[in-house]
């Protein structure tokens, strides 16, 4: 165990790989657990040490080896109990928030190591309600709870927002892949785990009480089951169990939606496959998809293999399920930082795509769809638009532009690219709808957020950037905005 130890803090990342693999292959065959659980002293020696170290230690190397070591142990060591089993999942799921810090300062290793671990702690010791034959067994194994698995899926959705950066470039991404695969993963155990869905008829009131159906294998056992054991059988589905629901399914596709739109090859590689395995899974079945059909026939889902990182393949099929209500503010949020990008070929096929998109709505008399783009009003509309992939508008968009703006103060990263997008489009004459809309909101809020971008910036880019669009919105339509006092402000 000290030989492991020391090589888990070794520098070398494939030691440290090689090391886990031990520990895991050593707790399992030696170290035996009574019925009782693991002695104090396995615990200290092992659980408790490792959670110690990565809370902590000042040393990345340390952090980086034992965060993935936690993600090795056996479930004997890692649930004995709800308490064990909790104090793991807490330690991982801080070790691997975008704002951790390892001795002063953000380690992108340690934060990618944590999602890895919490997903193998998942795997490991499964999802759902602990039977009474798995707690006197012998090691007693206890599962994750509905909110253990709420905290996981919080951590891996809050991963997908890691854009931190340092020398080597948008390290946040080493998170933000092995959180797509962690929900992809951790999706799969929810839906076996889940035995009853929430199901609306559409007509029920928020005050009467939801109807719940049993899964499929549920309904399929209970017709099988000779008739005297039937009431049996109702009485052990007395106790619901969800841990996936239409809200989560929606996060999740939100999330990898917002992948696949953005810039780097090897991100929205990972995004495509992992949609693509979810929308096409079979065992299990998704629940709950939005818009199934057309969102697999947008994508061309279901032939040959796809090279999701190339972005004139992707991009043009990414804008064809943007028109599904639920997928507009994550794929926008997401295409703005590729078109105002600087990698040519990214650029060119992102800013096309979203060109074909708005000339596709203009041609179809959607410009209501453009106008909740920038100024997210509630807008409700049962016209139905003739095109295959545009479908009833009844759900509240926020606003895209703007909403940048608001949630990515001082942040070069987006909105540097956001102000290049923005130009373009003024430019090309695309947000002309919205510039002159009579109410002028978004005009006077797009005006607002330069004006709070200029002040303070000490970033020269960002600043050239930011006269570059007031000088765009100089039209002859334009003129009674006072866009010149606040360019010589």
Known sequence: MDSVDACLVHPKEEIQKSAAKALNALLIYHFPVSVKGPSSRLQARVVDKYISIVQTEDNPAATRGFSLALGSLP?????????????????????SKKTSLVGGEGD????????????????????GKTSSSEVVALPPIYRLKRKQTDQVFSALLEAMEDYN????????????????????????LSIKATTTFPYSCG??????????VPAFQ????????????????SKSQEERKIFFDEQLCSSVLCALMKQLAEKLDTVRCKAGECLERLLTSSSPRVSFVPYRRILIQALSLGGQDKNWSDPALTFPLLMKTVNINDFVEPILSGIVVSVGGLTESVSKSSSTALYEWIRGLRSAKAISKLFRMGEGKFILSNQLIECSLYENFSIHVHLVFIGLFHKNKRN??????LLFTLDKLISHGYLDELLSAENGTF??????????????????????AIVTVALSLLRPHLQTVDIVSFING
């Open 75 to 95: 479930a004997k060591l890692l649930a004995p109990n709800c308490q064990v089993l909790d104090s793991v999942i807490n330690c991982l799921c801080i070790a």
């Open 108 to 127: 992108a290793e340690t934060r990618r190591n944590a999602i890895v671990s919490l997903v193998n702690v998942c795997t490991t010791v499964g999802i």
């Open 165 to 188: 950066t340092d020398r080597r470039g948008d390290v946040g991404s080493w998170s933000r892949i092995a959180a797509m695969d962690g929900l992809e993963s951790l999706s799969y």
């Open 203 to 212: 007509d029920l009131t928020s005050s009467e009480t939801p109807v719940y």
């Open 218 to 233: 549920k309904r399929l056992d209970f017709l099988q089951t000779p008739l005297e054991n039937v009431d049996s059988l």
């Open 412 to 417: 070069g990263r987006v909105l540097l690219p």
């Open 443 to 464: 005009l006077c809020s797009l005006m607002a957020c330069l004006e709070s971008e200029a002040k303070g910036c000490s970033d020269v880019k960002r600043l050239l």
